[in-house]
């Protein structure tokens, strides 16, 4: 199973989702465009969108279009990236 999927797969029905954005970032993201994916996933993980924040998370984490080794973390919905 891809990381997407079990990603969506542990979020609640009761989730709020901006579909739109997520999708269009996850169409980027499977296409290897991570700059737009992670430009149109930002502002969504920064609203408390958890399918983006865990994208974004799983991004920083492989290094998929930011920097792998950038110290990251969640905190009250909101990814923190410090410098």
Same mark, same amino acid.
């Given at each position: 199973m891809?990381?997407?999927k079990k990603v969506l797969a542990t979020q609640s029905p009761?989730?709020?989702v901006?579909?739109?954005d997520f999708e269009d970032g996850l169409a980027a993201h499977e296409a290897g465009? !991570?700059?737009?994916a992670f430009r149109l996933w930002k502002p969504l993980a920064e609203?408390?969108?958890a399918k983006a924040q865990a994208s974004l998370g799983w991004? !920083?984490?492989q290094g998929r279009g930011v920097l792998k080794?950038?110290?990251v973390s969640i905190t009250a919905g909101v990814i923190?990236?410090?410098s």
């Open positions: 891809s990381w997407q009761a989730t709020p901006v579909a739109g465009d !991570y700059q737009k609203q408390g969108h991004m !920083y984490e080794h950038e110290p923190c990236v410090q």
